[in-house]
C-alpha cells in the first residue's frame, strides 16, 4: 500500500515511489534521500510518463536475480516476505507463410543479384477498321 501524490504532500518523507508508464504499462520504481523526496519523486515519475504514481514510505529494497543490490552489493537473504516480479512474454514476430522453407544465401543470394528489367508494352495504334467511318 502507500500514498497518492496528493496524500504524500502532507508527509513528505516518501523514501519511494512506483508508477505504471502509460506509453507501454511498465512498472517504473524510483528512491530518493533528498529531503522532500515526495515532490521530487512525483516530478520524476511524471516526468516520464506515469499517470498512475504512488508513493512508498519506505524502500522497497528491490533485489535484481534476488540476490544483489541495485547498487550491486550482495544481498542476505531473510525470512521477510516478499513481492516476485516476472517478466511476461513479449509479443514477437510471427511467420505468414508457414509453407515457405528457409533457406541458406546460397539458394537466396543468386536469385537476388539478378537483375530484372521490365519494359512497357507498346500499345497498339488505333487502326481505321476500329475507328470505322467516323469523319468529324
Known amino acids: 500500500s502507500g500514498l497518492t501524490a496528493s496524500e504524500a504532500a502532507a508527509q513528505?518523507?516518501?523514501?519511494?515511489?512506483?508508477?505504471?508508464?502509460?506509453?507501454?504499462?511498465?512498472l517504473v520504481y524510483a528512491e530518493?534521500?533528498?529531503?522532500?523526496?515526495?515532490?521530487?519523486?512525483?516530478?520524476?515519475?511524471?516526468r516520464l510518463g506515469c499517470s498512475n504514481r504512488m508513493m512508498l514510505a519506505?524502500?522497497?529494497?528491490?533485489?535484481?536475480?534476488?540476490?544483489?543490490?541495485?547498487?550491486?552489493?550482495?544481498?542476505?537473504?531473510?525470512?521477510a516476505a516478499n513481492v516476485r516480479l516476472v517478466r511476461r512474454e513479449a509479443p514477437s514476430a510471427?511467420?505468414?507463410?508457414?509453407?515457405?522453407p528457409v533457406v541458406g544465401p546460397e539458394v537466396w543470394?543468386?536469385?537476388?543479384?539478378?537483375?530484372v528489367r521490365y519494359f512497357r508494352k507498346p500499345?497498339?495504334?488505333?487502326?481505321?477498321e476500329k475507328l470505322g467511318n467516323y469523319m468529324p
Open 32 to 46: 530518493s534521500a533528498a529531503p522532500d523526496s515526495a515532490r521530487v519523486l512525483d516530478a520524476l515519475l511524471q
Open 12 to 26: 513528505p518523507n516518501a523514501a519511494a515511489a512506483v508508477g505504471i508508464a502509460d506509453e507501454d504499462g511498465m
Open 123 to 128: 500499345q497498339p495504334a488505333a487502326s481505321a
Open 58 to 79: 519506505h524502500s522497497l529494497a528491490p533485489a535484481l536475480g534476488g540476490t544483489t543490490s541495485l547498487s550491486g552489493a550482495p544481498l542476505e537473504l531473510t525470512d
Open 109 to 115: 543470394q543468386p536469385l537476388q543479384m539478378r537483375r
Open 94 to 100: 510471427q511467420s505468414i507463410f508457414e509453407d515457405t
